[in-house]
């Protein structure tokens, strides 16, 4: 079982930034694949980043160049960097771990963007 706690949400004007944390309750295993989700009311889930051990990140092309995904095994901790926000990337954002073929959530925190 891992527990994920997300925070870091809030309020942001468009262009601006946003720094998401995602505490897990157990050690950063080697095999875990780690990702940032979102969900904006009436859309589908969808990726935002992902890492894998060592580092390896992938971003689909409307994060590229904006987003940055990173993790401090040291404090069992993900980051997600949000940078030049749009007001349509308002949305619930989610930390989630796959370790050992189990999904695990986080609760999800809310980021809202003003135009």
């Known amino acids: 079982q891992v527990q994920l706690v997300e925070s870091g949400g809030g309020l942001a004007q468009a262009g601006g930034s946003l720094r998401l944390s995602c505490v897990a309750s157990?050690?950063?295993?080697?095999?875990?694949?780690m990702a940032w989700y979102r969900q904006a009311p009436g859309n589908q889930r969808e990726l935002v980043a992902s890492?894998?051990?060592?580092?390896?990140?992938n971003y689909p092309e409307f994060a590229r160049g904006r987003f940055v995904i990173s993790r401090d095994s040291s404090k069992n901790t993900m980051y997600l960097q949000l940078n030049r926000l749009r007001p349509e990337e308002t949305a619930v954002y989610y930390c989630?771990?796959?370790?050992?073929?189990?999904?695990?959530w986080g609760q999800g925190t809310q980021v809202t963007v003003s135009s």
């Open positions: 989630y771990v796959l370790r050992n073929f189990f999904n695990y």
């Open positions: 157990s050690s950063f295993s080697s095999d875990d694949t």
């Open positions: 890492i894998t051990s060592p580092n390896r990140t």
